[in-house]
């Protein structure tokens, strides 16, 4: 899954974005637990699963609850099509993402055209300063069926100026899904977590790396699952709640933290723990960023998976603590286009 280093800003232009949610936190604990004891299904299979039993009267309650409450899939009005309502093989995806981390030189590579991948803070001439930090905001454009890429062209001075890059068919960088295939998936994607976990993993592209960093089996499951909401155009609740389920059903799934993304909104952090070394690539974790309360997507997190000094403790490198945020690229637009190069 992972890809040849690259420099920074090489890795800043490849970050991607998606749509905006509102942000309901206030009744999130409640709603959330609410909304899975309606459901009432009982839970089983993968390690993790849990099922809090409800009774009669707080059924009622929650019942009563939720029908004054408005369960959106995101910021669009009624009138407004969903994107896979209006969007065609030759259409496009725009994403936008900003993306905030310490101002330290850096090395990601990322999968296909989200997110999900690794980060590391690179030993270089330039010193490594993690008392601050820096952001950018990038925009790509993918095609609807992935049979192409763009970015802007920022040697021409007009912003609407794009760079396109063909892609083999039916692919998005040979690594990912592309949106029309996430959003099948998405679609016909089944509410119980454990059969869920089984069709995106049936679904997700393999990695062909062989250098690719040491993983646990849930590890690598977690990346396939958070590559479907950073691929799809748009994640309907229910499956946004579904793929919650999978990601806190995960071994080693860690207890939701409450953080505040790059654009200022409220959302939780959630990764999973596993093979972390004092090792390039293998030091840090990526978590994904989740709506507190709908459960969108927000974007990924990497964090500091072990205690290490940058560049190794004989080079003088600055130390991180196990848990220190490192970077965090937050969606921020996702929206269907007619063609590279268009933003709404």
Request: glycine letters at 8%.
């Amino acid at each position: 899954m992972a890809e040849p280093a690259m420099d920074e800003m090489t890795a800043v232009r490849r970050l991607r974005a998606d749509a905006p949610l509102p942000d309901h936190a206030r009744l999130a604990p409640a709603r959330r637990r609410l909304l899975d004891e309606i459901e009432g299904r009982p839970w089983h299979g993968r390690a993790g699963w849990k099922l809090k039993a409800a009774g009669a009267v707080a059924a009622v309650t929650a019942a009563a609850l939720l029908s004054t409450l408005t369960l959106r899939e995101d910021d669009r009005t009624p009138t407004q099509p969903a994107p896979t309502a209006t969007a065609r093989p030759d259409s496009w995806v725009y994403h936008r993402v900003r993306l905030v981390l310490l101002n330290c030189p850096a090395g990601m590579s990322f999968s296909g055209y989200g997110e999900v991948g690794s980060f590391d803070l690179s030993p270089t001439t330039r010193p490594c300063d993690t008392k601050t930090r820096k952001s950018f905001d990038s925009e790509h454009w993918i095609r609807y069926d992935g049979r192409s890429t763009a970015e802007p062209d920022t040697g021409t001075g007009d912003p609407d100026d794009v760079r396109a890059w063909a892609q083999p068919a039916g692919s998005a960088s040979g690594q990912m899904l592309p949106p029309q295939q996430t959003d099948a998936l998405l679609t016909t994607l089944p509410e119980d977590p454990d059969a869920a976990l089984k069709a995106i993993l049936k679904k997700s592209v393999p990695t062909r790396v062989t250098s690719a960093y040491r993983l646990t089996q849930a590890q690598r499951d977690f990346d396939e699952v958070v590559e479907v909401l950073s691929g799809a155009s748009a994640v309907p609740a229910d499956k946004a709640r579904t793929i919650h389920r999978i990601i806190t059903g995960l071994e080693g799934a860690t207890e939701p933290v409450e953080v505040t993304d790059g654009q200022g909104r409220k959302a939780v952090a959630i990764g999973v723990d596993g093979n972390f070394r004092d090792a390039a690539y293998e030091r840090n974790s990526m978590q994904v960023l989740l709506d507190p309360e709908t459960f969108a997507y927000r974007g990924v997190r990497w964090v500091a998976g072990t205690d290490y000094y940058v560049g190794g403790r004989a080079s003088g490198g600055p130390f991180v603590a196990k848990g220190t945020v490192l970077a965090t690229a937050t969606r921020v637009a996702t929206v269907v286009v007619d063609k590279a190069g268009e933003r709404n």
